[in-house]
């Protein structure tokens, strides 16, 4: 815990310009945009790309999960401290379990394994209606099949109309759609919701 | 239709995990959130009849069939993914007025769907919403 | 003789559900893909099946409402009836995801709802093939009543009328007291952090520079901190980005990319921070 508390107050030091620049030549000195551009190489449309992967976590072994892609194809990915995990928020390497849905992206190792930069847990975007509303709970309609979606006290948001997220959920109605960001609960037809949408 | 600017946002296809089990190929029979692959709100008439994109006052959104290709550029850090049409959405009508702007150019109403591996190439998953323009690919 | 005129009065009720449940087969035209029976009776014979179900049914219900009152109508209704209960288990049974194709094109999995609707049809059927006379023949208020309730039963089970009277209940209820009233807090959520964060001039400067979605994001007084996993000049670093709580301008936010084993801090796009 002191290494992530020594961590977070360099890096505020650091974005806050208490800190000194390496070089002086440091400031705006690189393209990002160049850097970036040859980095990546992406596949033909319509193709999969080999760096990125989706399906189910079938095992884990200390930081290498086996993930059964639901296209059939089994993938290898492995984690590092480096890899950034979303599990309803920014969250930890641990909280990525046996049962769990996810996204990947990173890189293609020649050994077939991918060195994950972002994996995405639970990850859901739907497009629903709103059925009901309880103290708790957002009753959901998505595709014709019922969706629970719980409210997380000091996570949930909502975004009426483009304006910056609220923490107030007073304004969303029964009857109208919203689109929902949040994380699947394993073998259940459950989600949290991190963001809600609400239609006009 | 040269750079068409609006919202994009990324939906799971292809039978997969948790509430994408019902989501099925998708309506050109194709779509898999693994591939790069896009949903276009005028793949028909049966299409536009859902998304109604003309509700929001979008106009130029040509009709475009299964596997053609769209690039879809993030507005905020000049990412960009070429991907094909693999289904019908989003539905533009249900969210008219959105805007957002990124350095100077702003972008409303949502205009097209890509697959995770398709948005997760330009932005993030969790940000779910993003401004972005369109070309033919 | 009250019984008598209830089950009198019941081929009025069948008739009008069965009309209104053949008007989508047969004159919408709905489609029969996402019930149960292409699995039941193969894919080509579906849509033939389907309609030929709605004629039937249209026939029958004609038969019911127009006199003159013969039991065989009943009993016809009563088969239907039954038919229609033993398909609905059958396709909860085997076809889960399937939706009901009862009345309208609702995508909805048949549920118990819809099951209870045709037990609630087959029980009104039946007792109508006791009947001696037309439903056009009764003159008791009290029968009227019982033919409100049952209405009333049918429309209670029917999830294609939700939207006519549940959702405005709810709605209702929703706008007296919503449950949700108290979820608002001065704490700005991570995802309007986020947003604004994507939407600043410091992201676009770094952002060839970034690896990762959010890795980790911490406050310290007026500014939330959020950092991503980084290469700058070919070697790992960590991109933090400053996003003041109360300033919502895309310039005010800040950034730097730092090298966390050495504690120095590599790049960071001041003009634009200051702009």
């Known amino acids: ?200 | 239709m040269a750079g068409l600017n609006g919202e994009v946002s990324w939906f799971c296809c292809g039978n997969a995990w948790g509430p994408c089990a019902s989501t099925g190929r998708g309506a050109c029979g194709t779509c898999h959130s693994g591939n790069f692959q896009h949903a276009w709100p005028n793949t028909s008439d049966a299409c536009f009849a859902i998304t109604h994109p003309d509700t929001c006052g979008v106009t130029g959104m040509s009709r475009r069939t299964c596997g053609f290709r769209h690039s879809t550029t993030n507005l905020c850090n000049g990412s960009r993914v070429v991907t094909s049409i693999a289904d019908c959405g989003p539905q533009t009508d249900l969210f008219c007025g959105e805007r957002a702007c990124c350095g100077g150019t702003c972008a409303s109403n949502r205009i097209v769907d890509l697959t995770p591996a398709a948005f997760s190439a330009i932005a993030s998953l969790s940000a779910g919403l993003i401004p972005c323009t369109i070309d033919v690919g | 003789m009250f019984a008598h005129q209830v089950a009198a009065a019941q081929p009025l009720l069948i008739g009008l559900l069965l009309l209104w449940s053949s008007y989508g087969k047969v004159v919408r035209r709905d489609s029969a893909e996402r019930t149960a029976l292409p699995r039941l009776v193969g894919e080509t014979r579906a849509a033939p099946a389907y309609h030929a179900v709605g004629a039937i049914e249209a026939v029958i219900a004609l038969a019911l409402l127009l006199p003159p009152a013969w039991t065989i109508e009943a009993v016809a209704a009563a088969v239907l009836a039954g038919g229609f209960t033993g398909y609905l288990i059958y396709a909860k049974i085997v076809v889960p995801d399937a939706s009901c194709g009862c009345i309208g094109s609702s995508a909805k999995p048949v549920g118990r709802r819809a099951i209870g609707r045709t037990v609630l049809l087959l029980a009104t059927a039946l007792a109508a093939t006791t009947a001696d006379d037309g439903w056009w023949s009764i003159g008791s208020v009290a029968v009227v009543a019982v033919l409100v309730l049952e209405a009333a039963a049918f429309v209670m089970l029917s999830a294609e009328l939700d939207r006519y009277w549940l959702l405005p209940l709810r709605r209702l209820r929703v706008e007296i007291t919503h449950p949700l009233a108290g979820t608002a807090t001065n704490d700005v959520p991570l995802a309007a952090t986020q947003r604004r964060l994507l939407l600043s001039p410091a992201y676009r400067a770094v952002n060839g520079l970034l690896r990762s979605d959010i890795h980790d994001y911490w406050d310290d007084e007026d500014w939330r901190f959020v950092s991503y996993t980084a290469r700058y000049d070919g070697r790992p670093a960590t991109a933090v980005f400053a996003v003041p709580h109360q300033d919502s301008t895309p310039e005010a936010v800040r950034v730097a990319v730092v090298d966390e084993t050495s504690g120095q801090t590599l790049y960071r796009p001041t003009l634009l921070a200051t702009a």
Do not use: C
């Open chain 1, 1 to 200: 815990m002191t290494t992530t508390m020594d961590r977070r107050s360099l890096l505020t030091r650091a974005a806050l310009g208490a800190t000194g620049l390496v070089a002086a030549g440091a400031m705006g000195s690189l393209a990002p945009e160049t850097a970036f551009a040859a980095a990546t190489q992406y596949p033909e449309p319509g193709q999969p790309d080999p760096n990125f992967a989706e399906g189910l976590i079938i095992g884990r072994n200390q930081d290498l999960l086996q993930v059964q892609g639901s296209d059939g194809r089994l993938h290898r990915i492995q984690l590092t401290g480096v890899t950034s995990v979303w599990k309803l928020r920014p969250t930890t390497l641990d909280q990525v379990r046996v049962g769990d849905g996810l996204y990947a992206r990173g890189v293609l190792m020649p050994d077939g394994t991918l060195a994950a930069e972002s994996v995405w847990v639970n990850i859901v975007n739907l497009t629903v209606s709103i059925t009901s509303i309880g103290r708790s709970t957002l009753q959901l309609e998505h595709h014709g099949q019922k969706v629970v979606g719980y409210v997380q006290p000091g996570l949930t948001a909502a975004v009426y109309n483009g304006t910056p997220a609220v923490s107030d959920l007073s304004m969303l109605k029964v009857g109208r759609h919203a689109q929902v960001i949040g994380a699947w609960r394993p073998g259940t037809n459950e989600i949290d919701i991190a963001t809600v949408y609400a239609s006009n």
